[in-house]
């Protein structure tokens, strides 16, 4: 059984920074992206980064620049360290993963609340 165990989430101030670091228990065989989600009050899930296993990322535009996604694979483990926080930035935050092991998988982790407010 795989479980995705978030940490880092904050109340920090417009401008500051937080990093959410997201650990599997759980071994898992064939993973292959490991990404961070968000969702604010109202509005879908979006996807805010992504790591891929060839070591490339990508970033949603609105947090490009400012959020950096590093992933540490044979701990598997992923962080999203935060930077230059907006008060759009507030969300519940979740940590995915995916990949293939006889079929695809994916696994979620309970999400994390980040609050940027003044």
């Known amino acids: 059984q795989v479980q995705l165990e978030e940490s880092g989430g904050d109340l920090v101030q417009p401008g500051g920074s937080l990093k959410l670091s997201c650990v599997a228990r759980g071994h898992i065989f064939g993973l292959d992206t490991m990404n961070w989600y968000r969702q604010a009050p109202g509005k879908q899930r979006e996807v805010v980064a992504r790591?891929?296993?060839?070591?490339?990322?990508s970033y949603a535009d609105s947090v490009r620049g400012r959020f950096f996604i590093t992933r540490n694979t044979a701990a598997q483990a992923v962080y999203l360290q935060m930077n230059s926080l907006k008060p759009e930035d507030t969300a519940v935050y979740f940590c995915n993963v995916d990949g293939v092991h006889y079929q695809k998988f994916m696994y979620w982790g309970q999400g994390i609340q980040v609050t940027v407010s003044s």
């Open positions: 790591a891929f296993a060839d070591g490339t990322t």
